[in-house]
Nanobody
Framework: VQLQASGGGLVQPGGSLRLSCAASGFSLESYAIGWFRQTPGKEREGVSCVGNVGRTYYVDSVKGRFTISRDNAKNTVYLQMNSLKPEDTAVYYC???????????????????WGQGTQVTVSS
C-alpha cells in the first residue's frame, strides 16, 4: 500500500493549487480518503474527506474554497484549493480508511494508512 501526495508549492494569497493523492498497489475505489494538514507545533488537522460512495466533508475553515474529488480510473484523489490564505500554509497529507469519512469524528479518528506530505506555502 502506497500513497503519494503531490502538487504542493508556493502560491500568493488568493491563488490556487491542486493536490493529488495517487495510490499504488491497491485500488482506492473502496476506501474513504482524507486530506489533513499540519504546521510545526500544532496538532494535525482534518481538512476534507470523501467516502467510497462519493460523499464529501469539509472543515468549516475551508468550506467554499476547497473541493475534494476522486478519479477512480486514475486511482487518484484531488484537493482543489482556491482562494488560498496564509493560514492554509502547512504540510498536507492524504490518508485512507475503509469508512472513517462517514463519522462526524473523522478529523480526529485514526486512519489506516498515510502518504508522505506535500508542503503548501501561501505567502506574498
Amino acid at each position: 500500500v502506497q500513497l503519494q501526495a503531490s502538487g504542493g508549492g508556493l502560491v500568493q494569497p488568493g491563488g490556487s493549487l491542486r493536490l493529488s493523492c495517487a495510490a499504488s498497489g491497491f485500488s482506492l475505489e473502496s476506501y474513504a480518503i482524507g486530506w489533513f494538514r499540519q504546521t510545526p507545533g500544532k496538532e494535525r488537522e482534518g481538512v476534507s474527506c470523501v467516502g467510497n460512495v462519493g460523499r464529501t466533508y469539509y472543515v468549516d475553515s475551508v468550506k467554499g474554497r476547497f473541493t475534494i474529488s476522486r478519479d477512480n480510473a486514475k486511482n487518484t484523489v484531488y484537493l482543489q484549493m482556491n482562494s488560498l490564505k496564509p493560514e492554509d500554509t502547512a504540510v498536507y497529507y492524504c490518508a485512507i480508511d475503509e469508512d472513517r469519512c462517514g463519522s462526524p469524528l473523522w478529523p480526529v479518528l485514526p486512519w489506516d494508512s498515510w502518504g508522505q506530505g506535500t508542503q503548501v506555502t501561501v505567502s506574498s
